[in-house]
């Protein structure tokens, strides 16, 4: 499992971290989990992932970049940033081709209905 | 007026204690006491007044034997006075068979009743207290939400009884799938609305969720973060649907080596959970009050518990719906009723196992 990209969170303390960086981490890797330290519904989804031969890009949210970071990415999937926005980011989220999939439940979910698996291969997060 | 001869006695007396016999548990149930029973003493008047008969008529008896026309009518008389007396105590047999059901169940309530003021009482002990600080306060709200959620479930359970009953009949009756469509449904909806249930419930008290407190003790026994175990759903249900088509087969494997997998990374998330509060608790400054960083972040640990009651909840739904799609809907049904099923003859089994009566010493 490839742990990336901790710095350019830990960048968001300069108080000037580029959004763009994120969008290149989710175009750029096929399976990406934005997630908070020790949180163990992420080592949740990470075990899953990994059951289907998954090595998914971890980025570790903290307490300081944490309300940044869950803007940024509500903008970049296009929604309202601000504490006012219908969906609020959740962490763990988790996104497959460079397209936010979900938290654990979605994840859990498409695991169990078969989903899961042709949305992997088709990010080319599979090698089989 | 004619009785039994001497020599029929014996048997029908013998047939009337029979039952006596057969019936150890309710001997030892009562310690004894069971000849103060309604039920026996109606049978002893009823031996009585057949000896007294006895003793009256066997010298008439006598008497008669040499008239065949006589002791024709006379053996007729007595088929019908045998045949009217081995009713009498059949129908004495079933009385006192009722009579001690009845007493069986209400032991059994009187069990379940006892443990439920046990648990009261410990709540209400709870909230006593700690009266004073936060968690206290805590504890008044998770009182009422949790006594609302224990509401429910009876009503809950009651309802499930009725669907299952339902189900059983309309099983065996000429249905159509379309209408076996909707009361499959039915079914799956209520186990939605037990789910929806639960998530309120947790929000009140996730430790009382996770530690099922509102179900008998055996389903305890079996209890996987605050209810059944989906894999284990699909092994007790499989062997009822057969025959099942190859892909279905198939299917029904990888759905249940997907849950395993699910089940693994929730118990070792859960494992974690508890991992990293241990630690979080050795760091606690002990005394220092409610305030402090390290207090925040343990209690904000604590928290995740409701996430994992939810993700276990919404695998059991998605294990349901899954399991509906890959059956067909005669399939499915049967699977409903095996699986409710299972679930009633363990909750009876916990219910006996709780009522039954404490060993003697020696």
Redesign the interface.
Known sequence: MRKALELLAAAGEDGDQDGGIMRKVVAENAVVIFARN????C??VK??LH?HGVSPTVVDVDELNEVKLAGELTEMIGGEEGPGSAAAMQFPAVFVGGELFGG??EI??A????ELVPKLREARALWL | MTSPTTQFAPPSRMSMYEPLHQMPLWDNAFDGNISSGTGVCVMTEMDTKVDDKIEYTSDKSLEHTEDTRASKSVSEKIQRRLEQNREAARKSRLRKKAYVQQLETSRLKLAQLELELERARQQGLLISGASSSTIGLCGGTVNSGIAAFEMEYSHWIEEQERNISNLRTVLQSPIGDAELQRVVENILNHYCNLFRMKRDAARADAFYLVSGMWKTSLERFFLWIGGFKPSELIGVVMPQLEPLTDEQNVNIF??RH??M??E???T???E??QQ?LAQSITFLVVGAGNCNAQTAAALEKLE?LE??I??AD??RE??L??MSRILTTRQAAKGLLAFGEYFARLRALSSLWTGRCPREPG
């Open positions: 020790g949180c163990c519904m080592h949740v075990l899953l059951g654990l439940e859990m979910g695991h169990i209905s078969g | 990888n759905l997907s849950c997998q699910a693994d990374a929730l070792q998330g859960m974690k959970l990293t995740s996430g994992f939810h993700q919404h695998l998605q294990t719906q899954q």
